[in-house]
DNA sequence: AATGCGGGGGT
DNA sequence: ACCCCAGCATT
C-alpha cells in the first residue's frame, strides 16, 4: 500500500474538487475564501466571495475600500471580526508586502485574521509551500483514521493532532494533498454517515478496523448557552427608518442595527429614542436568533413617528437598509414587516 | 487557559 | 424544540 499522502493525492486528482471560484493560483483569492471558510461551510461562502471578488477584485482594490463598503458586503456571513481584520490585512499586504502575500506561514500568521490553519492553508494551497492546516475536516479525518478517543477541542488534543498533521503533510504536491485533506473530509468522511467504501485511505483506518467510525469524534463538553430577550426597536418615519452603528465590540460589532433594548421599552423610553412624536406603537411576534453562546429571543417594536428631523445620518430609507450592511435579524424584521428586499 | 464571536443545517 | 458544525483574537 502507498503511503497516506500519496494516496490523498491520487484521489484528490480523480475524484477532489476541481472547480471552487477560488481554486487558481492566486493568492489573493485563496486568502479571501479561507478566511471566509472559517467556521462557515462552503454553500454559505460562494455568493460572498462572488461579490467581494466582483467589488475589489485584488488586493490593492481591497485595501484602498472604506471600512462601511466591507462591512455592508460582509453582512449576513457572521463573525464580523473576520471583516475588520480582513481589511487591516489587505492594507498590510499593500503597504508592507508591495501587494504580495507572503510565502512563509510564520510570516503570513502575523496578519489579521490568519492564524495557524489559515496561514498554513494559503502557503500551500496558492504557494505550494509545505506547511500542515488543521480544520474542521482535518481534524476528523486524522481522529478517525488513528481512531483518537478524542473530540479534538482540548488544548492538548490540539497540540497532539497539529504534530500529526505536520507528520503527514508531505513536501512534494503539497497543495494538492492540502486540498484532498479537506475535500475528503467534506465528501467523504464526512461527521454523519462516512462513506468508506469510496475512500482512498480505509485500507489502514483504524476507527474503520475497530467498527467505531460513527463514534469518532467524540462529543466535545458543550457550554450552557444563556437565553436572553431582546427587543428591537423599529422607528419608522416615512419611507424611512432608524439605524445606529452597532459598538466596535460585541455582538454584530460595527454594523448598522436598530437600537436594542432587554426590556420592552415604555413609551418614555421609547420617545427617547426617538425625539418626535409617537404615533403608533406594536410589537411582533418574537423569534429566535440561535448563536453558539447565546439564545436570543427577539421581539420587534414598530413604531410609527411624527415630526422627526429626517435629515440626521441614522435617518436610512427603506429601500437602503439592507445594502448598509445590518445582520441577519434586522434583515429578517426589514423583509418580514416592512415588505424590502 | 478561558471566553467571545454568527449563522446555518438537519431532525 | 432540539441537535450539530466550524478558527481566531482577546484577556
Redesign the pocket.
Known amino acids: 500500500m502507498e503511503n497516506f499522502s500519496n494516496r490523498l493525492i491520487s484521489w484528490q486528482r480523480h475524484y477532489g474538487r476541481h472547480d471552487l471560484p477560488w481554486q487558481q493560483p492566486d493568492a489573493y483569492r485563496v486568502w479571501l475564501s ?2 471566509m ?5 462552503v ?2 461562502v460562494i455568493p460572498y466571495f462572488q461579490k467581494f471578488i466582483a467589488c475589489f477584485p485584488t488586493v490593492q482594490d481591497l485595501a484602498g475600500a472604506a471600512e462601511a463598503d466591507v462591512m455592508a458586503l460582509w ?8 471583516a475588520r ?1 480582513l481589511l487591516a490585512a489587505a492594507r498590510q499586504v499593500v503597504t508592507i508586502y508591495a501587494g504580495v502575500f507572503p510565502k512563509d506561514p510564520d510570516v503570513l ?1 502575523q ?11 494559503i502557503a500551500a494551497l496558492a504557494y505550494g509551500v509545505r506547511a500542515p492546516i ?7 479525518v486524522l481522529i478517525r483514521h488513528q481512531a483518537l478517543r478524542m ?2 477541542r ?3 488534543e490540539q497540540k497532539q493532532l497539529w504534530a500529526l498533521a505536520d507528520a503527514l503533510t508531505p513536501s512534494k504536491d503539497v497543495a494538492i494533498y492540502t486540498q484532498a485533506m479537506m475535500d475528503l ?1 467534506a465528501l467523504v468522511c464526512q ?2 454517515q462516512p462513506d468508506c467504501s469510496i475512500c482512498p485511505i480505509a485500507g489502514d483506518c483504524q476507527s474503520r478496523q475497530r467498527g467505531i467510525t460513527d463514534l469518532l ?1 467524540l ?2 463538553n ?2 450552557v ?1 444563556q437565553r436572553k430577550n431582546l427587543w428591537l426597536v423599529v422607528l419608522m418615519a416615512g419611507d424611512r427608518v432608524w439605524l445606529e452603528r ?1 459598538p466596535s ?5 460595527g ?1 448598522w442595527c436598530f437600537p436594542v433594548c432587554d426590556a420592552l421599552p415604555d413609551a418614555t423610553q421609547i420617545t427617547q429614542l426617538a425625539g418626535g412624536v409617537v404615533v403608533d406603537i406594536s410589537t411582533g411576534s418574537a423569534f ?8 436570543l ?1 427577539i421581539t420587534p417594536v414598530m413604531v410609527k413617528l411624527s415630526g422627526v428631523s429626517v435629515q440626521t445620518s441614522g435617518w436610512i430609507r427603506l429601500s437602503a437598509v439592507i445594502a448598509q450592511g445590518v ?3 434586522v434583515k429578517r424584521i426589514v423583509e418580514e414587516y416592512l415588505h424590502v428586499d
Open positions: 479561507e478566511i471558510l472559517q467556521q462557515t461551510q454553500v454559505t453582512a449576513g456571513l457572521g463573525y464580523y471580526a473576520r481584520h500568521v496578519l489579521p485574521g490568519i492564524g495557524r490553519s489559515t496561514a498554513g492553508a488543521l480544520d474542521g475536516n482535518v481534524r476528523r473530540s479534538g482540548e488544548l492538548a473530509g461527521r454523519k469524534p462529543p466535545a458543550k457550554p448557552v452597532r465590540r460585541g455582538i454584530w460589532a454594523l429566535r436568533h440561535a448563536l453558539t453562546h447565546r439564545d429571543h445582520p441577519v435579524p
